[in-house]
């Protein structure tokens, strides 16, 4: 079981959040970046949403990032641990920018890169951007296949509905071989089979933790399913979020676990078929104690799950 690094303030959720986080700033996060990276987490990830329309600023908060710059920032202030999107949402950017700015942010990382899509579930926010939310599948189905093919294609062509290129040529490639890993986050059936065609990783957000081992043996069972997967990741505060960013009660995932809690849960995730996970962050008062409290689970946990 590997260990991501939950960075504070990245996003203020109702279901989550806590009132210090709010106080971080950047230069915060830097050093915190530098630090989970010295104590060997995994993983740092990034939320997205480009705006939020009033009606759900209650549960979702007003605070997001772009993935991909933040991705690049977090690489550049670190050396070794890796940057994800979770998640970037496909279907509202066009596909030659999503590649170019992974590419580029894996070749300046030398490999470094994973990326998390989502297919997003804000209507209001594709009717914002001027994207039609009800084909929202369709449009990643097509984004997904025209990224790798500009990854991975010597003379890169694609035909499809929502986007078309030839003639034309993509460099720097990413250093990751045959490209980065590819994960998808989301519960539904489609996001299912999206992972098995393409992805080598999967996020849930809704699915029980009970119920991942079925998912699992329904994303292995596709016909075209391709065998890449690897990697499953369940956080602790992802049981706390339910559809929309509503709060949800779960007392096995509440901050301020014992050392022996988290240990427990974390054996029983890796028996469900979760390969990487993120521990709560506790009731605190400033970045100090967050800063003491991830050492602690760098040195007493991690080496007992890894």
């Known amino acids: ?36 990276d010295e104590l060997g987490y995994a993983m740092i990830s990034v939320p997205e949403h480009h705006i939020v329309p009033k009606t759900h600023v209650d549960l979702s908060g007003p605070h997001y990032f772009s993935a991909y710059p933040t991705m690049a920032y977090l690489a550049g ?46 209507k209001e926010e594709f009717d914002t951007l001027g994207v039609p939310f009800h084909e929202r599948g369709a449009i990643s189905e097509e984004y997904i296949r025209a990224v790798i093919e500009l990854w991975t294609g010597a003379h890169p062509e694609f035909e499809g509905k929502y986007v078309s290129f030839r003639d034309v040529v993509f460099e720097p490639k990413p250093v990751q071989k045959p490209h980065p890993p590819v994960w998808f986050g989301g519960d539904a059936d ?24 079925a998912k699992i043996e329904f994303i292995k069972s596709q016909s075209d ?6 990697d499953v990741f369940y956080g602790f505060a992802t049981s706390r979020v339910g559809a929309g960013h509503e709060v949800r009660q779960d007392p096995r995932a509440r901050a301020g676990l014992s050392k022996g809690e988290i240990i427990d849960r974390l054996g029983w995730f ?37």
């Open 77 to 122: 202030a670190t050396e070794s641990i890796r940057v994800n999107s979770c998640i970037a949402i496909l279907p509202l950017q066009h596909p030659v920018v999503t590649a170019k700015a992974l590419a580029s942010i894996d070749w300046l990382s030398s490999g470094r890169v994973t990326v998390t899509f989502g297919v997003g579930w804000l």
């Open 270 to 306: 890796g028996e469900l078929g979760v390969t990487m996970s993120s521990v709560p962050i506790p009731r605190l008062d400033h970045v100090e104690e967050y800063l003491d409290y991830t050492q602690l689970v760098a040195e007493e946990i991690m080496p007992v799950v890894a």
């Open 190 to 213: 489609p996001v299912l089979r999206r992972v098995a065609r393409y992805a080598s990783g999967w996020w849930p957000f809704l699915t029980k933790p009970e119920d991942i081992p």
């Open 225 to 230: 399913y391709g065998g890449g997967l690897t």
């Open 1 to 36: 079981m590997k260990l991501g690094f939950a960075m504070p303030h990245l996003l203020r959720l109702k279901a989550t959040g806590q009132p210090w986080e709010a106080a971080v700033r950047g230069a915060d996060q830097t050093r915190m970046a530098k630090w989970a």
